[in-house]
């Protein structure tokens, strides 16, 4: 019974000195994310490859979704945003940051321990987390959708998150100088709306813990998959096998399409649970397929459809 009870104390403890923290530990980011074994970054996010991400920016946010959801997450994905450049994909290692409405006894708690934290307390803490962000990093804010008074960043921290992680934002909250965000080559952000306001009455509370994007989730250290149809935030240790998995499923498609087109199956056939014959085409046809046109090493695809036992 002691034992439990000093347990018990210890992790009120860790959580009440937790909960005092602007920015998560290294230590609570890595229980956050214990499912994943890779590489982790200096602030304990989950390092997913570059070459992972760049492979993710071709896959679909529908075929992303049902990868998610077989996996028993439902509610990753979000839609409804205004794009700066709405023909762009990004994709990104998320840094998380909550704001809230200003209340000033908090706000002064905010900055005594952004303080401690080593944070500016001189300017604005909404630049407290642009400072961290690392190259691939995606900035993703909970503003609460807050438009008029909310604006999160204008052109002037546009050009400091894109200097600091060559991505961009997702913001469920305003936006302000468009012209001067649309003029950062490379730079891109999903956002609720725009307002010529600067952000008053509106503070940050917290940076790299979970946070609430309208009807998401999301963890420091996800994936976000960004386009014109949606977000989509990805547990880190998902994004490989999500990967591959819908690379799997654009071939099928692929191979399904052309025989459609040469009229050798129905739609039927195709669009339902395939024949062993379907399957020995679909493997014939891959071996056929050239090498520098998959989106995988052959080896990867060999690995894959032996562990499907396809």
Known sequence: MRKIILATLGLFTFYNIQAQEVTATPEYIKMLTSKWTGERLEDGRPKVSDA????????????????????????????????????????????????????????????????????????????WPIEILKPGDVYVADGYGRIVDGTLIGSNLGNAIYANSKNGVVFDGGIRDLGGLLDIEGFNGWYRGEDPSYLQQEMLTSINMPIRIGRTTVLPGDVVLANRHGTIFIPAHLVDELVISSEFVALQDEFGFQRLREKKYLAGQIDSQWTQDIKDDFKDWLQKYPDNKLPMTRQELNDYIKARKF
């Open 52 to 127: 992972v991400l760049q492979r993710l920016k071709k896959i679909r946010i529908e075929e992303a979704w049902g990868f998610l959801r077989n996996k028993g997450f439902h509610n990753q994905h979000e839609g409804n945003w205004q794009i700066i450049h709405p023909n762009d994909v990004m994709t990104g290692r998320v840094l998380t940051t909550q704001y809230m409405p200003l209340r000033p006894d908090y706000q002064q708690v905010i900055k005594k321990q952004g303080g401690l934290e080593k944070r500016d307390t001189i300017g604005g803490s909404n630049s």
